[in-house]
Every structure is written in structure tokens, then in C-alpha cells.
């Protein structure tokens, strides 16, 4: 939901998406962007068709 957008603003529309989780609702985001995807509560991969859980503190640490 960010690509086309510069930093300041990319950082607006994700902190509006977390505000949304935290109020209860649930937010699908589908991204390539690590910084993102670090926000999330739970992190899904996909490789070779196949789901995978990921580890959420390695991939935060590898993205800082």
C-alpha cells in the first residue's frame, strides 16, 4: 500500500493500518517491503507455493 509513497507518508498510512489492527480489526497486508511487514503481529512467507511461518524476531533484527 506504500511503494508509490515517499517515506513520511508511507509511515502516515502504516500507522493508520496498526491503529485499525489495534481497535480489533484485522489488516491482510501483502508486501514485499520488510519495514512494513516488521509492523505485523504474526508474518506469513510464501516459497516455491508453500506457506511458511517466519521467524519474527530474526527477520525484525535482519531489517533494522
Not at 497486508?29 to 512467507?45: E, F, K, M, P, S
Amino acid at each position: 500500500p506504500t511503494g508509490n509513497l515517499d517515506e513520511e507518508n508511507a509511515a502516515i498510512v502504516l500507522d493508520h493500518l496498526t491503529e485499525f489492527s489495534n481497535a480489533g480489526s484485522t489488516v491482510l497486508l501483502v508486501t514485499h517491503d520488510r519495514v512494513a511487514a516488521n509492523r505485523a503481529q504474526q508474518i506469513l512467507g510464501m516459497e516455491a507455493g508453500q506457506l511458511s511461518m517466519e521467524d519474527l524476531d530474526k527477520d525484525r533484527a535482519a531489517a533494522t
